[in-house]
């Protein structure tokens, strides 16, 4: 079974930067979409960004587009996200996921069935 870490979360200022990763189990990533999703407290979890399995294509929420950019080693079975020029409102806690597709999708019903347990990004002065 596909088993995901997350890893790279912390305390930034606003304006700052973090790059999450999380690492797959699996030799056979190279098969799965990846998606980020994000959940703030007293909110639903949504879509951040997600990368198809070849890495040829990637989505990006409208709250986050020119400020995080998703990318995926498949080498290293591991999946990026940096974040640039990050704001409070950033604040959640990240959760990566993948889906055995060759597309992705920023809805977190997609075919998403396996999830990793989170790391916490903080954004605050």
């Known amino acids: 079974q596909l088993q995901l870490v997350e890893s790279g979360g912390g305390l930034v200022q606003p304006g700052g930067s973090l790059r999450l990763s999380c690492a797959a189990s699996q030799f056979t990533f190279d098969y799965y979409a990846i998606g980020w999703f994000r959940q703030a407290p007293g909110k639903e979890r949504e879509g951040v960004s997600c990368?198809?399995?070849?890495?040829?294509?990637?989505n990006y929420a409208d709250s986050v587009k020119g400020r995080f950019t998703i990318s995926r080693d498949n080498a290293k079975n591991t999946v990026y996200l940096q974040m640039n020029s990050l704001k409070p409102e950033d604040t959640a806690v990240y959760y990566c996921a993948a889906a055995s597709v060759p597309y992705c999708s920023v809805y977190v019903n997609y075919e998403y069935a396996y999830w990793g347990q989170g790391t916490q990004v903080t954004v605050s002065s």
């Open positions: 990368i198809g399995s070849s890495g040829s294509s990637t």
